[in-house]
T-cell receptor
Framework: DGGITQSPKYLFRKEGQNVTLSCEQNLNHDAMYWYRQDPGQGLRLIYYSQIVNDFQKGDIAEGYSVSREKKESFPLTVTSAQKNPTAFYLC?????????????FGPGTRLLVL | KQEVTQIPAALSVPEGENLVLNCSFTDSAIYNLQWFRQDPGKGLTSLLLIQSSQREQTSGRLNASLDKSSGRSTLYIAASQPGDSATYLCAVPPWGFGNEKLTFGTGTRLTIIP
């Protein structure tokens, strides 16, 4: 079954805690992205990675960190520095070298603060 | 900075009617324009991608048009069905970035009334 897997579906964070959201893909895509979606707002880009061992900040990177050690995986850590982390987080992939194609999205992780 | 607007934020129409969703963008230097569908609590599904050199794209009952000079795109849905109920988002990448740095609109929530 090909596609993008995000886990967990729901995640609860306590004050001062770092949490990590998982994103795995088997589409063999080079590029991977993390977006945040808040009610009434469009998706906003947090980080993106075009190739392994390289990533770039998006529009709202503060309070987040990522790594890209494998082509298939692009985990996102929400650190304690992110003061308003409650949101729906979406991971996406794309074929960087075929820019006429769209991005493909995972099912999302909803992060809630306790 | 590119801004993408979708009006109205919500739309309800009876089943069987044809309808048009609107997307406006401020910077006409775009690589392409993409339409996505999002069901509640789910990820995004790509519907149509229009290259900057194209005027329209069709897929089944969906037809998307692009007018770069006026900064507008429309998504036409023919013979609407209850299964079309979802939020529809448009997105544009800036010229030269391929599919990187997509800027999303806030979406139109469509309800088809049986």
């Amino acid at each position: 079954d090909g596609g993008i897997t995000q886990s967990p579906k729901y995640l609860f964070r306590k004050e001062g805690q770092n949490v990590t959201l998982s994103c795995e893909q088997n589409l063999n895509h080079d590029a991977m992205y993390w977006y945040r979606q808040d009610p009434g707002q469009g998706l906003r880009l947090i980080y993106y990675s075009q190739i392994v061992n390289d990533f770039q900040k998006g529009d709202i990177a503060e309070g987040y960190s990522v790594s890209r050690e494998k082509k298939e995986s692009f985990p996102l850590t929400v650190t304690s520095a992110q003061k308003n982390p409650t949101a729906f987080y979406l991971c996406a992939t794309g074929d960087y070298f075929r820019s006429q194609e769209t991005q493909y999205f995972g099912p999302g992780t909803r992060l809630l603060v306790l | 900075k590119q801004e993408v607007t979708q009006i109205p934020a919500a739309l309800s129409v009876p089943e069987g009617e044809n309808l048009v969703l609107n997307c406006s963008f401020t910077d006409s230097a775009i690589y392409n324009l993409q339409w996505f569908r999002q069901d509640p609590g789910k990820g995004l599904t790509s519907l149509l991608l229009i290259q900057s050199s194209q005027r329209e794209q069709t897929s089944g009952r969906l037809n998307a048009s692009l007018d770069k000079s006026s900064g507008r795109s429309t998504l036409y849905i023919a013979a609407s069905q209850p299964g079309d109920s979802a939020t529809y988002l448009c997105a544009v990448p800036p010229w030269g970035f391929g599919n990187e740095k997509l800027t999303f609109g806030t979406g139109t929530r469509l309800t088809i009334i049986p």
